[in-house]
């Protein structure tokens, strides 16, 4: 995913999109909702899920500028039966301008019990990236510039990722990074070599019971690049009567974001959120808007096997609790 991250930052100079305060460098994740989204971008997840999950997340990033990033993703978390293992499949199309680039992975997990309820998962992807750059799709700023009078791109970045990922039934935190394969691309015409330096995901999050009714969760996603400038995501929702989620995010010195969530069945989840600029790209887009669908499969057999079985280890009566909240 680094790769994309340092293609896009190419791309963006290409067709002239700058803005004071605005930083090229688009990185991994970007997503709003990242607290439903943990298995894209950190592979240790796939094992801690309670069920199968699919999803499938859509985001139009800065609406009403030209060229700006759409991302969709299809991902799903698959824990094996022996509550020990979990395989994953991610698999994510970006536009930008006159770029396309389609990333595949596949994650494999197995995790370990820590104490009778906390867990450490350990995790591994393994995958690659397809780019193409059509530069007779773009209206550019400065034709003359020599990269545009290129050759088109078709090219395969292989991928290598991996993480951790720490969680009891009410918290969770995790380290991990997108690909160990950094890169240095040289290019003749313009006597430059970009590099791609490893990116480090950092998430937390923790579940407060206020009620029987209301749970409220603040998590934080924190994202550094060796010469980098640091992102940092800061959100919090609310949970009421295990159905409905409404909260806000920011994004240090980028974005605020309104987030919502219904739980429409015990099977299916949709969840949505706004994001308004607060940087100097704010005076030319209406934000940007993003949609997650999650399924669940097996959903009450595997929590209620999990739950008895912790329970059992605490001495506690066999019950089923609510779903975790992450």
Do not use: C
């Amino acid at each position: 995913m680094l790769i994309r991250s340092f293609l896009k930052y190419k791309v963006i100079l290409v067709i002239g999109l700058y803005w004071s305060g605005f930083s090229l460098a688009q990185r991994e994740p970007q997503y709003t909702q990242y607290m439903y989204n943990i298995g894209s971008f950190n592979p240790a997840y796939v094992s801690s899920v309670e069920s199968s999950e699919f999803s499938a997340l859509y985001r139009a990033q800065w609406i009403d500028i030209p060229g700006a990033p759409k991302t969709l993703r299809f991902g799903a978390n698959i824990p094996l039966s022996n509550e020990k293992m979990g395989i994953g499949f991610n698999v994510v199309s970006d536009q930008l301008g006159p770029s396309s680039q389609t990333y595949i992975d596949v994650a494999y997990s197995y995790q370990v019990n820590l104490s009778s309820d906390s867990w450490l998962s350990f995790g591994l992807d393994a995958g690659g990236s397809f780019l193409n750059l059509n530069y007779s799709d773009g209206n550019f700023q400065n034709p003359s510039e020599p990269l545009i009078g290129g050759d088109n791109l078709n090219q395969f970045y292989p991928i290598l990722g991996g993480g951790l990922f720490m969680y009891g039934e009410n918290w969770y935190t995790g380290i991990s990074t997108p690909n160990f394969l950094t890169l240095g691309i040289y290019d003749e015409e313009l006597e430059a070599v970009i590099d791609n330096n490893i990116q480090l995901d950092f998430i937390a999050g923790y579940v407060f019971e206020i009620s029987d009714n209301t749970k409220f969760k603040p998590a934080a996603l924190i994202n550094y690049i060796d010469q980098g400038p640091i992102t940092v995501n800061l959100s919090a929702n609310f949970l009421f009567l295990d159905a409905f989620t409404i909260g806000a995010s920011y994004r240090l010195d980028n974005a605020v974001s309104g987030l919502a969530g219904f739980q429409i069945s015990n099977t299916m989840f949709l969840g949505y959120s706004y994001d308004y600029n607060t940087n100097g790209l704010g005076e030319f887009t209406n934000g940007s808007h993003e949609a997650i669908l999650k399924f669940y499969f097996g959903r009450e057999g595997r929590q209620r096997s999990k739950k008895q079985k912790n329970n059992k280890l605490k001495g506690k009566p066999k019950q089923v609790d609510s779903p975790r909240f992450f």
